[in-house]
Nanobody, 116 residues
């Protein structure tokens, strides 16, 4: 069984920074992609950023230039450095891991609140 443990959410003022972390543990498995989604109540969950095993990354247009995703393969950990935060970044952020064999795993979510 795979578990994802997220940390780093919280309350920050607009213009501030936060760093999210997500560590995967459990059954032995190889990871393909690691990423972060976010969801606002009443809206669909959206992809924020994703990083693949080779290091290539994807960012949603809304966060390009402000957020940086990185991963430590040895620790099976993914990070999301969020700078220049805006009130519209307020959401629950979910860690997502896609195994090489296909299964998707999700964290429980961490709340990020950006005050104006």
């Amino acid at each position: 069984q795979v578990q994802l443990v997220e940390s780093g959410g919280g309350l920050v003022q607009a213009g501030g920074s936060l760093r999210l972390s997500c560590a995967a543990s459990g059954s032995s498995f190889s990871i393909n992609a690691m990423g972060w989604y976010r969801q606002v109540s009443g809206k669909q969950r959206e992809l924020v950023a994703r990083i693949f095993s080779g290091g290539s990354a994807y960012y949603a247009d809304s966060v390009k230039g402000r957020f940086t995703i990185s991963r430590d393969n040895a620790k099976k950990t993914v990070y999301l450095q969020m700078n220049s935060l805006k009130p519209e970044d307020t959401a629950v952020y979910y860690c997502n891991v896609v195994a090489v064999t296909g299964p998707n795993y999700w964290g429980k979510g961490t709340l990020v609140t950006v005050s104006s």
